[in-house]
């Protein structure tokens, strides 16, 4: 069975610029989560969908981020005006039911730079 | 609010020998998991091993092992007869009842040399 996948790999984008991030979970996930790995630190908490629902986006750092999972498999993490400091890699992971229980499974992340 | 701290910014250990590394972690909460993770410099973040915080005895995968102290709020892991594939950075997470999301440490590098 495949894994998470992320795409695309690499983004490099000019300051203002808006980016769409792409996570495939793996098959029959219903938890999704967005992490931010800023350069050296651990990943931070951005976002938990829950099937197609966002169920906890307490990680979102302001208004120009804002993520999707309309179909409760695919999610798309958009970024609106991009500053320099949001500059980091950001990693997508998938559980089977979304308890604290569950092993979450890391996509390869994507690595965007603000130019 | 959950804390974990990696207090170790970088280890190294020769080939075949034993390392520790160091976690300390703080909630409030009674039901929690803690999580060894392995990031390559692939990027991708494998799971070690997990520890259930009412499980006393310690979780062990392998050649990787965990030092869970619960009164002392510590999740050390062991890795014996290190390999050079060992090599990669490690961090340490918890999740509560009370939040899906992972909390993570700063991370630990781990150098594995011949």
């Known amino acids: 069975g495949a894994g998470v996948s992320q795409t695309p790999s690499n983004k490099v984008t000019e300051k203002g610029k808006y980016v769409e991030l792409r996570c495939d979970p793996i098959?029959?996930?219903?938890?999704l989560y967005w992490y931010r790995q800023s350069l050296g630190q651990g990943p931070e908490f951005l976002i938990y969908?829950?099937?197609?629902?966002?169920?906890?986006d307490s990680g979102l750092p302001n208004d120009r981020f804002f993520a999707v999972r309309p179909e409760g498999s695919v999610s798309t993490l958009k970024i609106q005006r991009t500053e320099r400091g949001d500059s980091a890699v950001y990693l997508c992971?998938?559980?089977?039911?979304?308890?604290?229980?569950?092993?979450?499974?890391f996509g390869p992340g994507t690595r965007l730079t603000v130019l | 609010a959950q804390t974990v701290t990696q207090s170790q910014p970088e280890m190294s250990v020769q080939e075949a020998e034993t390392v520790t590394l160091s976690c300390t972690y703080d909630?409030?909460?009674?039901?929690?998991?803690l999580f060894w993770y392995k990031q390559p410099p692939s990027r991708q973040m494998i799971l070690v091993i997990r520890?259930?915080?009412?499980?006393?005895q310690n979780a062990t995968e392998n050649r990787f092992s965990v030092n869970f102290q619960k009164a002392a709020k510590s999740f050390s892991l062991k890795i014996s007869d290190s390999q050079l594939g060992d090599t990669a950075m490690y961090f340490c997470?918890?999740?509560?009842?009370?939040?899906?999301?992972?909390?993570f440490g700063a991370g630990t590098i781990l150098r594995v040399k011949s």
């Open positions: 520890q259930e915080a009412y499980k006393q």
């Open positions: 992971a998938s559980s089977s039911t979304g308890l604290y229980t569950d092993t979450q499974y």
């Open positions: 098959s029959g996930h219903t938890a």
């Open positions: 969908f829950q099937g197609t629902g966002a169920a906890d």
């Open positions: 997470a918890s999740a509560t009842q009370y939040g899906n999301k992972l909390v």
């Open positions: 909630t409030s909460e009674n039901n929690y998991y």
